[in-house]
């Protein structure tokens, strides 16, 4: 069946039932853990940024921020709701479980989009509204109803959509884009692939289930692993570079060069996996630590630069 077949089926299946859904159900279509990875890495551009910006206005800023990556969450279970129902982690989700109405979903999404970014401009300023709709339609159109589906290098190229938060909180105070601000959104964007084809190693009959072309079930494991290793230097490489333009201190740098190596360590573990390993361990153990590793760098760089206005104040 094609995908727009599938849709078809689920909307002709729910226009025939009341909606049951709870306030929980609707909270769960916000994605709140992607959401949580959002807000702080947008926090963290705006706290960097260089400027002022009145704490009422950072919090309305952070708040459509967040509302624009539910949105986006909302939208991409709405599109992915057939795929989700056979995928063993995905398939408790409120539309494959029955809980809420795809069209109120697509509805719900669309209202909370339409809010954050007008919102954002009306309060902040309108570059940073245009980088949050741009990032929902990335997200929502380009990776989710395009890349997904039709590509090994989906995660490669949507890995867009994640690292635009940083940027967006940078122009929330500065009005601009600066080459620290698109820094931050190259961290992001370069760790996206490693950490996510971390996941797919150990989820791949699930997105063989599902036909999405997943790096490991298109291109096969040894490729997957080779490339989880490339990406994880390069995020590493990147994750010093602040030090460079003078965004963080040498400190910071020190801190950057441990964490990166680190992270490039489980890559190489994964890298010398058994390829019939099936426990997956190496990977799965990659996959938590480049979480704690995206976490811990942007905790470092907004401690760099905590201290940094600590001295500047005593010597002022």
């Given at each position: 069946m094609s995908t727009v077949e599938n849709h078809e089926a689920i909307a002709s299946q729910s226009a025939l039932r009341i909606s049951e859904a709870s306030a929980g159900d609707y909270f769960a279509l916000l994605k709140p853990r992607v959401m949580s990875l959002v807000v702080f890495t947008a926090f963290s551009g705006l706290f960097l940024a260089p400027g002022h910006i009145n704490p009422l206005i950072a919090v309305i800023a952070i708040l459509c921020i967040a509302v624009g990556a539910g949105a986006s969450g909302a939208l991409n279970m709405w599109y992915d709701a057939d795929i989700d129902a056979v995928m063993e982690r995905t398939a408790t989700r409120p539309i494959p479980a029955g809980k809420v109405i795809p069209g109120e979903a697509l509805g719900f999404g669309l209202v909370l989009s339409a809010f954050a970014v007008t919102?954002?401009?009306?309060?902040?300023?309108?570059?940073?509204?245009?980088?949050?709709?741009?990032?929902?339609?990335?997200?929502?159109?380009?990776?989710?109803?395009?890349?997904?589906?039709?590509?090994?290098?989906?995660?490669?190229?949507?890995?867009?959509?994640?690292?635009?938060?940083p940027m967006i909180g940078w122009a929330c105070v500065t009005g601009g884009v600066s080459i620290d601000s698109i820094l931050l959104f190259a961290i992001i964007f370069l760790w996206t692939p490693a950490h996510f084809w971390a996941l797919a190693l150990f989820k791949m009959k699930?997105?063989?289930?599902?036909?999405?072309?997943?790096?490991?079930?298109?291109?096969?494991?040894?490729?997957?692993?080779?490339?989880?290793?490339l990406y994880a230097v390069l995020t590493a490489a990147v994750g010093i570079a602040p030090v460079f333009t003078g965004l963080a201190s040498a400190y910071y740098g020190a801190v950057a060069l441990c964490l990166g190596a680190a992270l490039v360590w489980y890559s190489i573990a994964t890298y010398r996996m058994a390829?019939?390993?099936?426990?997956?361990?190496?990977?799965?153990?990659?996959?938590?630590?480049?979480?704690?590793?995206?976490?811990?760098?942007?905790?470092?760089?907004?401690?760099?630069h905590l201290v940094a206005m600590f001295i500047a104040g005593g010597h002022a």
């Open positions: 919102i954002l401009g009306l309060a902040v300023n309108w570059l940073a509204a245009g980088l949050l709709a741009f990032t929902i339609f990335f997200y929502a159109v380009v990776y989710t109803m395009w890349l997904k589906r039709s590509t090994p290098q989906n995660i490669v190229i949507g890995g867009a959509a994640g690292a635009f938060p699930d997105y063989g289930d599902a036909g999405v072309p997943m790096l490991p079930n298109v291109a096969g494991v040894p490729t997957t692993k080779t490339q989880i290793v390829e019939d390993d099936t426990r997956m361990i190496a990977a799965k153990k990659m996959f938590g630590y480049s979480i704690l590793y995206l976490f811990l760098i942007f905790s470092a760089l907004m401690a760099d």
